[in-house]
């Protein structure tokens, strides 16, 4: 079965550089959401959409943006980046409302290194 | 602060011994989701709990949702060495979007 398909796989920054993040849903899911995961930590929300819009806002920098497009992959872009935003980006997507019961499918996670 | 406590942090076990974590949020929970994730991997779903006092099971894996929507546990049977990684309970919270709020997970090593 399809899966949630996440790229880069790796990616390697250097302070205060750009990195965009994409993340293609399971066929016909049309709500994502982005989880940042520290080393050793749990994974934390930090923004999702339902159908193109932002349904929900976590701890998310104002350094960070995110879109959903017509075809519903998402991107979170992120600018000026830090040092301690080094982690594991995770998109995950489910095929309801958000707000839904339905089960979250995470991708395999983009490893953000920032030199 | 943490929303969703999740206990123990580290669980050693003998292959063959039982495995339980916890955890337990400040607030009612709408739903809990189950997670397992492995070195290196991603968050695997394993289960959602819905019902109060809901009890699931999937082979030697035991999930309970609390009575009161605010706890969960799992519980692995006779643990095998596949059962190794980090177990994350993930609670949606009422009325706050379908977003997952994850315990700290309880990372699992199992010894031959």
């Known amino acids: 079965a399809a899966g949630v398909i996440q790229s880069p796989r790796h990616l390697i920054k250097e302070k205060r550089e750009t990195a965009t993040l994409k993340c293609y849903p399971i066929?016909?899911?049309?709500?994502v959401y982005w989880y940042q995961q520290g080393p050793g930590q749990d994974p934390q929300f930090l923004i999702s959409f339902y159908e193109k819009m932002q349904s929900d806002k976590g701890s998310i920098p104002d350094r960070f943006s995110a879109q959903q497009f017509s075809d519903y992959h998402s991107e979170l872009n992120m600018s000026s980046l830090e040092l301690g935003d080094s982690a594991l980006y995770f998109c995950a997507s489910s095929p309801g409302l958000a707000g839904s019961t339905d089960t979250q499918y995470f991708g395999p996670g983009t490893r953000l290194t920032v030199l | 602060g943490q929303q969703v406590m999740q206990i123990p942090q580290y669980q050693h076990v003998q292959e063959g011994e039982d495995f339980t974590t916890y955890c337990n949020s400040s607030t009612t929970l709408s739903n809990i989701q189950w997670y397992k994730q492995r070195p290196g991997g991603h968050p695997v779903f394993l289960i959602q709990l819905v019902k109060s006092g809901e009890v699931k099971k999937q082979k030697r894996l035991t999930f309970q949702f609390g009575e009161a929507k605010k706890n969960s546990s799992l519980h692995i049977t006779a643990t095998q060495t596949t059962d190794v990684g980090t177990y994350f309970c993930?609670?949606?919270?009422?009325?706050?979007?379908?977003?997952?709020?994850f315990g700290q997970g309880t990372e699992l090593s199992v010894k031959p």
């Open positions: 993930a609670g949606r919270r009422l009325n706050q979007g379908g977003k997952l709020i």
């Open positions: 066929p016909r899911h049309d709500t």
